[in-house]
């Protein structure tokens, strides 16, 4: 209340000394006092004070509180506070709004602009130690002007703060730290191309704050942190030796400076060099082990983050030589060494693995290993600390240099796994576990497959009794590694000498008293039931028979638990139940039955308990959290039962459905609408035309769902459905079609929805097609007004385009294009001799479409579903028009399509293309070479 009266009184005493007409610049300042108070009718009036001061004159708003800001007679807090409503008048977390933000910033008058950077620079160094909200706010406006390049000196006149004094001494320590920090905002948020021509400059100054002179760490930890956002745009640098070498001394120095923090600046900056010079750094490794290493053996206590980032360090490393494993591993050549060589010949330009990591693998992993035994009397599963990152490390090195690994990890687990009747340290065991865990990644090589089998079996028998271990960290370690095991050495688990024990093990711990262990049984449930079902193959009984029902009793009980709502474990146990139900042999389908009927059962107490009301904002969670487990399991059950199984059921399954659906459209309750849904769709596969005896009830929320983009997967789901619905019901869908067609229409005219929703709208028109056959005609000219449209988008050459996003949805969308136009096509042909006012109709647009194929064969990027999906529907085309197609289709084109098609690794694409070569040969009578 002080705070508040205070507030008012202030602004009263401006009114009264202004003569009655209150300046901006007079009130700002006790507004953006009572911004920073703690007192919320203070903060109240003044964020309403500044919402019309911004409606009023948003430029005398910002010039005001740029002017609060650069001022050094006011509070320090004021400042501050004027830089962070500043700021947020021209950034935004959303990244529409922003880019509206700072189009308005770039008609504001040069002026006004250049007014607000001059102050903004003004103000560095003088808020004190960094962080600088004018460092913020001036990188902000970089953000904006110099891709329209109205800000071609915004980096000199930065650099100039840097700058010797007239009497030859150095700027102030804060005005250099806050320039650098300014710049280092900038290099991180602002295109790379906007600063290449700044390069030479900012790395300049930047390595010299760095130098071992400099007296100041403040500015040499913001120089550090500069120079990693400064990577991405320093290529050319790194390209010249003398260059490189002054740029990787300059951070390899700073690594033996004494403040911690700066340690971890200098450490998170050799990482990022990693990540994106990897092929330039064989000449630095040796030193670059000999620097993690010592990170990655600093106190854990005093120094936990100099630790992580040298562990980060071999994550980076080994990340970036998984992926280039991969490519070489494509290669078809058993030695990776030998792949390299032929991929290099075969491509002089494409990137080298230098196998550090298997280089380094005596000298790296023995720490890693020293670093999982926790120094903690218990460990904290919800703390992310050295130990747990030194097995991610693990984890990630086993994917590159198992081989290498492999008996040194295996003499550790040797060493450590002492029971607790042998007094050993619960650290020592559960470091021993996860070690063990480690050689638990997938592998493709036989020999290194069978060594893993030898090792699981060897293992199992100390593994399994360590459920019931006193540390609960040692029983959740145990838990997970059992499931481990079941993934990676199925063929071993599976054996009469071990299945008995590790299944024994499993169940017990689901009832542990500790969620997190129970919550790791429940993936070795899981994993026992995919593996389970891959090595029965298809046979009507499986290794889990014999305790199915057993099995899902025990995870139904585990999802009741009372503390069930931790550790993920509820929707841990019916994710296993669903995976267990997808497994399930048919020996198994009279427990299924029974299931079904318990699930059922259950969502109806749920859909009860929502209709009550009361519940607070949790329970309301949970209960739909546990509504969307249960749909999942009832999908897979119609999926597995099939429709001969079902139909006892169909109705009740249909009620449950619908109410979960009805419910959604209250309040809070729509998270389980997708599942209510996809649970459906499992319904319409299996049930075909009789689904039409359930579907008009439906309508309605299919039409709501696809008209609600703020619900966008929701929507993507809803519009699967439309899909599966024609073509599982085929022609009795006619009666709904008008609805379907308005709802689809709408949802691709809609600005608001999601774009990558409406590729699959542009495929599901055609699905409708596909369904109503030659009664498609009345839908016909606005679908294809739609579908060409989106051509019209699709067919851009995306062969240049850097953006994997852009790319991926463009070809997306060419799908959706493609797949549209062919069920049109197919469809309104039917199974006979065609209409010939359709022949006719469709003819009018051939033209177009061949148009569109033709041009998005241009495009490097092509996918191998379009070039698919495109031979598919000349194929179909040729197949309804003969010869006639000769007038419209180039030799050029036939023989480009063709030739693509026949190239591909995927063999329904070269068999399309094969079916379509052999139908253009027979109306051009000649041969297409390709």
């Not at 071999?314 to 390299?340: F, S, Y």
């Not at 459905?721 to 009666?735: A, S």
């Not at 033709?854 to 040729?878: A, H, P, Q, W």
């Amino acid at each position: 209340r002080h705070t508040t009266l205070t507030f008012e009184f202030r602004l009263c005493l401006c009114v009264c000394l202004g003569g009655g007409k209150m300046s901006m610049a007079a009130e700002i300042r006790a507004v953006l006092e009572a911004a920073g108070s703690s007192d919320q009718a203070a903060m109240a009036q003044a964020e309403e004070w500044m919402r019309e001061a911004r409606d009023s004159s948003i430029q005398d708003y910002m010039a005001a509180l740029a002017d609060e800001m650069a001022d050094q007679s006011a509070p320090i807090n004021v400042r501050k506070m004027a830089g962070i409503q500043l700021k947020n008048e021209i950034y935004s977390k959303d990244e529409g709004v922003m880019r509206e933000k700072q189009n308005d910033w770039c008609e504001y008058s040069q002026e006004f602009r250049d007014h607000v950077k001059e102050q903004a620079i003004g103000t560095l160094g003088t808020e004190g130690r960094p962080p600088s909200t004018a460092a913020q706010v001036i990188a902000f406006v970089a953000c904006a002007e110099l891709p329209q390049q109205k800000w071609p000196d915004a980096i000199p006149s930065l650099l100039a703060g840097l700058d010797q004094l007239p009497d030859g001494s150095e700027a102030p320590e804060f005005q250099r730290a806050s320039v650098l920090e300014a710049i280092g905002y900038i290099c991180e948020d602002v295109g790379p191309e906007y600063l290449e021509s700044e390069s030479n400059e900012i790395l300049t100054a930047v390595i010299h704050s760095m130098r071992p002179e400099e007296s100041s760490n403040v500015v040499v930890k913001c120089a550090t942190t500069a120079l990693t956002n400064a990577l991405a745009f320093c290529e050319k640098n790194f390209q010249a030796e003398a260059e490189r070498n002054a740029i990787m001394t300059s951070m390899c120095q700073v690594t033996t400076n004494g403040d911690p923090e700066i340690r971890v600046a200098a450490l998170q900056c050799i990482n990022e060099t990693m990540n994106q010079y990897y092929g330039l750094m064989p000449d630095y490794m040796e030193a670059l082990l000999e620097i993690s290493g010592a990170a990655m053996v600093s106190n854990q206590e005093m120094e936990p983050n100099v630790v992580l980032q040298g562990i980060e360090f071999w994550n980076t490393v080994c990340d970036i030589e998984d992926r280039l494993i991969e490519q070489l591993k494509e290669m078809g050549i058993p030695n990776l060494h030998d792949a390299q060589t032929e991929l290099l010949r075969d491509d002089p330009g494409a990137p080298v693995c230098h196998f550090f990591a298997s280089n380094a693998c005596k000298d790296v992993l023995p720490v890693l290993l020293g670093l999982l035994i926790t120094p903690e009397d218990e460990d904290d599963p919800d703390q992310w600390a050295p130990p747990k990152a030194a097995c991610v490390c693990l984890d990630a090195m086993s994917l590159v240099c198992k081989r290498e690994m492999l008996d040194t990890v295996i003499r550790f687990v040797e060493g450590h796994v002492e029971t607790d009747a042998q007094g050993g340290s619960w650290q020592k065991r559960d470091a021993a576990l996860l070690a063990f865990a480690s050689l638990l990644t997938p592998e493709d090589d036989e020999e290194m497959i069978a060594k893993i089998q030898e090792l699981v079996s060897n293992v199992l028998g100390v593994v399994c009794p360590m459920i019931e271990d006193s540390s609960a960290a040692v029983r959740d370690t145990t838990a997970y590694v059992l499931g481990k095991c079941v993934e990676s050495a199925p063929d071993v688990v599976f054996h009469d000498e071990y299945f008995p024990h590790v299944a024994e093990a499993i169940v017990a711990g689901l009832g542990d008293s500790e969620p997190r262990v129970a919550t790791n049984a429940c993936w070795g449930i899981f994993m026992l039931a995919q593996q389970a079902a891959v090595l029965a193959n298809g046979s009507p009984s499986y290794h889990l028979s014999e305790d199915f029902m057993k099995l899902c009793q025990n995870l139904l009980q585990t999802a009741d638990r009372p503390d069930s709502n931790l550790a993920n474990l509820r929707p841990s146990a019916y994710d296993a139940l669903s995976e267990l139900i997808k497994s399930a042999p048919s020996d198994c389908f009279p427990v299924l039955i029974e299931v079904a009927t318990e699930l059922l059962h259950r969502l109806q107490v749920l859909l009860q308990q929502a209709a009550s009301g009361g519940l607070t904002g949790d329970e309301v969670r949970q209960l739909t959290e546990q509504q969307s487990s249960l749909l999942v399991c009832v999908g897979e059950l119609v999926r597995v039962l099939k429709k001969d199984n079902i139909m006892g059921a169909a109705a009740d399954i249909m009620e449950v459905i619908l109410a979960v659906l009805e419910q959604s459209t209250s309040a809070g309750l729509s998270a389980a609408k997708e599942d209510a849904l996809t649970a459906l769709i499992a319904m319409v596969e299996e049930l075909g035309p009789d689904f039409m005896e359930y579907a008009e009830p439906f309508n309605q929320y299919i039409v709501d769902t696809l008209s609600n983009s703020a619900e966008y997967h929701a929507c993507a789901v809803t519009v699967g459905l439309v899909g599966d619905i024609c073509r599982c019901v085929g022609p009795g869908v006619g009666r709904f079609a008008d609805i379907y067609m308005r709802g689809l229409g709408a949802a691709i005219e809609d600005r608001e929805l999601d774009r990558s929703v409406k590729p699959q709208i542009l495929s599901c028109i055609g699905d409708v097609a596909m369904a109503l056959g030659e009664n498609f005609m009345s839908y016909f000219e606005h679908s294809y007004f739609i579908l060409f449209g989106a051509a019209q988008m699709a067919r851009v050459d995306m062969s240049e385009e850097e953006d994997e996003d852009e790319i991926d949805y463009t070809n997306d969308l060419r799908e959706g294009c493609l797949e549209g136009f062919t069920g049109i096509i197919v469809g309104m042909k039917g199974e006979g001799e065609p209409d010939g006012e359709v022949v006719k109709t469709i003819m009018a647009k051939v033209p177009d479409i061949v148009r569109f194929i033709t041009e998005i064969f241009k495009d490097r990027n092509l996918t191998d579903d379009n070039i698919r999906n495109s031979l598919g529907l000349v194929g179909d085309l040729v197949d309804i028009f003969g010869a006639d197609m000769c007038t419209i289709l180039t030799p050029e084109f036939m023989h480009e399509i063709c030739k693509e098609g026949l190239r591909s690794s995927n063999l329904k694409t070269t068999e399309i293309a094969t079916w379509t070569k052999t139908k253009l040969e027979a109306i051009t009578q000649t041969t297409i070479d390709s």
